[in-house]
């Protein structure tokens, strides 16, 4: 999940993905998790609200594209990791978001989870934990649109939109249209 | 929030958000796993000193589908029975500890006491004061409600409130907590109330509430309202006599058969029947009242767990010092 602009601190701020970047990475990915899955067969896609939802809609688009037999809206769910974190007793009380499980569930299927920024890997243990609750499905999978290091955890992506080394100092925002009204991933330096 | 002592303390936006978060909540007892992990380790007490089912249980069930541990303590056959004070009640219970206080007492203002003592730390929550507050009941009360109005404006119930909904909560007005706390937070969300009940089971001072008043219950559903509640006629408390037979009671002010009948053949009117248990069948409400498709008794006991979740979560998670709750953004 990326960070909410805060309008009272002017960073700098400079623009590494633009819209057409995306598009093309999420292309990529799309053909990347087809091939890996050998087909779409069992396919399923859950993002992590916020971003990832919006991203594995767009996944599941181009999936369909290039394979007819898909109905994109079938194989898409959203799947909130609020009430399986770590950091509860730490941080603000958290509002839960909506979970959407896809329309087949997701026992014995291909479960690829989709976030926007892979950073520390706690949301991707949520996720899993999360997964747990909902079924069992036969693999799980995790694509996303940046990864930018610093894990905390032994978790690794299987399909990376754009490696993004960065310093912890730096904040990785991705938008996008259908949230921010534009598509872009911006790194922006404390200053 | 630090403790739900009353709905006067929920500013709109909160009871909005407290409702959101109870319909994930009510999504999560369709799951195959009907239990989320995030009070685990935690402690919550029921400390009843009055009698209670529906409320202890749906309490006890909300903290174990958030994986708390639940300590039930009744007051009949304790210590309580004994002489033990309230003090030092509840001081013991937090020093076998316990993280959060759910507390039903017959004297009005208890859970208040407990709660700004000083003499514990845990968030009290009310579950009913003698005959003052009941927030809980409310908020369940006002989910079911925000559902119907939702789906009869044909929107999605999360984020939206009761602005436009015509309520009307039929009965025993004075003795009633249910009322009082419905009063507070449906206005505050937005629906007028108008309360109908025999001039004796009236509160003085009730024309100062921000309700209409009404004693004519016929003319009232002529106006074909949104939700009609009934109260329960709670003769425990009454010590006098507030109306001359149960007979008349029924016939005037009770949801008959003849004014079920009267409403179905309204034409387009999708009013809801509600009833906060438990009922007295025939006296308030009759059978085929109870059991119409009208009638949202059943889904308020559901909806009340999930409520009583949301307000667990809200209470027990997150950094105590800081209070408000943060909207889901930020992390990764």
């Known amino acids: ?191 | 929030m630090r403790h739900l002592l009353s709905t006067r303390d929920l500013s709109p936006q909160e009871a909005v958000q407290l409702l959101d978060t109870a319909e994930e909540m009510a999504a999560v007892s369709t799951r195959e796993v009907k239990k989320l992990p995030v009070l685990r380790g935690r402690t919550v007490v029921n400390l009843f000193f009055e009698d209670s089912t529906r409320t202890r249980i749906s309490f006890e069930a909300a903290a174990k589908r958030l994986s708390a541990d639940v300590i039930n303590f009744a007051a009949k056959g304790s210590s309580v029975s004994k002489g033990e004070s309230l003090k030092d009640t509840a001081q013991t219970l937090e020093a076998m500890g316990a993280d959060a206080v759910v507390l039903r007492h017959w004297a009005s203002g208890a859970p208040d006491r407990l709660a700004s003592s000083g003499w514990i730390d845990a968030p009290v929550i009310n579950a009913g004061d003698g005959t003052h507050e009941h927030p809980t009941q409310a908020l369940l009360d006002a989910f079911t409600m925000r559902r119907h109005w939702s789906r009869v404006a044909g929107r999605e119930s999360i984020g939206s409130d009761l602005a436009g909904m015509r309520v009307v909560i039929v009965g025993d007005v004075l003795h009633s907590r249910v009322v009082r706390s419905n009063l507070w937070l449906l206005t505050a969300l937005g629906a007028t109330v108008t309360l109908v009940a025999p001039p004796t089971l009236l509160p003085v001072g009730v024309s100062q509430w921000p309700c209409e008043i009404s004693y004519d219950l016929d003319a009232v559903l002529a106006s074909e309202p949104d939700a009609v509640m009934m109260l329960r006629v709670q003769r425990e408390r009454m010590e006098a006599a507030f109306f001359p037979s149960a007979n008349e009671y029924s016939r005037r002010w009770g949801f008959t058969d003849a004014r079920l009948a009267r409403l179905d053949a309204a034409v387009g009117s999708d009013a809801i029947i509600m009833h906060p248990g438990p009922m007295n069948r025939g006296l308030e409400i009759s059978s085929a009242a109870a059991d119409s498709p009208r009638s949202t008794v059943l889904a308020q006991v559901q909806n009340g767990v999930a409520v009583r979740m949301a307000v667990l979560y809200h209470l027990l998670s997150g950094d105590r010092s800081s209070n408000p709750v943060e909207q889901q953004e930020v992390g990764q």
């Not at chain 1, 701020?13 to 999420?26: N, Q």
């Not at chain 1, 087949?104 to 479960?111: A, F, Q």
């Not at chain 1, 991707?124 to 649109?145: E, F, H, K, Y």
């Open chain 1, 1 to 191: 999940m990326s960070v909410p602009a805060s309008p009272e601190n002017p960073v700098s701020s400079r623009t590494v993905l633009a819209d057409a970047d995306i598009d093309r990475a999420l292309t990529r990915i799309a053909h990347e998790i087809l091939e890996a899955n050998k087909g779409s067969a069992d396919l399923v896609l859950l993002g992590i609200p916020r971003r990832g939802f919006p991203l594995a809609q767009r996944l599941a688009l181009k999936i369909a594209s290039a394979d007819s037999s898909v109905q994109p809206q079938h194989i898409v769910g959203q799947l909130d990791v609020t009430m399986f974190r770590d950091d509860l007793k730490h941080k603000p009380t958290r509002a839960p978001l909506h979970t959407v499980e896809p329309a087949g569930g997701i026992d014995g299927k291909v479960v690829v989870l989709v976030d926007d920024v892979l950073y520390s890997g706690r949301t991707i243990r949520a996720a899993l934990d999360a997964i747990v609750d909902l079924g069992r499905p036969s693999a799980v999978r995790l694509a996303v649109l940046v990864d930018r290091g610093h894990r905390e955890l032994p978790i690794r992506a299987d399909h990376v939109g754009k490696n993004l080394p960065t310093s912890s100092r730096e904040k990785v925002r991705v938008h996008l249209m259908e949230i921010d009204g534009v598509d872009e991933v911006v790194i922006e330096a404390d200053s």
